[in-house]
C-alpha cells in the first residue's frame, strides 16, 4: 500500500506519525491506516493532562470494519486533543497529515522520536503491508 509520507515527521509501524512541532509533538495516523480502516465511524482521544507511554496505547479509532488501538510516539503529557475529530471523521480520512492531527505531547525528555521510522522507511514497511 503506497504512502505519500511526509518526510517533516516519524512513523510507527503501527502507522502514527509523529511531528516536532515548536516543542511539542503532534500526533496522527497515516493516510495507509485510513485506507485500511476505511469508512472511519468513531474516535476516543485522551483529555489534556493525561499522561500517554512511547509504545503504550492512548487512545482508539474505530470504523465499520475495525477497531485499532493509537499508539504513543513519546512519554508525556496530552497538551492539546483535537477534539473536532470526533464530529468530523471526513477531515482525518481527508487530510491526516495536517487537519487529521490526533493529539499533542509534551514530551517528558525521557523518549525520543530518533528510534522511530523516517519517511522512507515507513513508505517501504507500508508497502508490504
Request: no cysteine.
Amino acid at each position: 500500500m503506497a504512502s505519500s509520507a511526509p518526510s517533516d515527521r516519524k512513523y510507527l509501524a503501527s502507522h502514527e506519525w509523529a511531528k516536532d512541532q515548536d516543542g511539542e509533538i503532534v500526533v496522527g495516523i497515516t493516510d495507509v491506516a485510513v485506507e485500511l480502516l476505511s469508512d472511519l465511524v468513531y474516535i476516543d482521544l485522551p483529555p489534556v493532562g493525561k499522561k500517554v507511554t512511547q509504545g503504550e496505547v492512548f487512545g482508539e479509532i474505530e470504523s465499520v470494519k475495525a477497531v485499532s488501538d493509537l499508539v504513543a510516539p513519546v512519554n508525556g503529557e496530552v497538551t492539546a486533543s483535537n477534539e473536532d475529530l470526533a464530529d468530523h471523521l471526513d477531515d482525518l480520512a481527508q487530510d491526516p497529515f495536517d487537519k487529521g492531527w490526533m493529539i499533542r505531547i509534551k514530551s517528558d525528555g525521557e523518549a525520543s522520536l530518533d528510534a522511530l521510522m523516517d519517511a522512507a522507511a515507513y513508505v517501504k514497511h507500508a508497502a508490504v503491508e
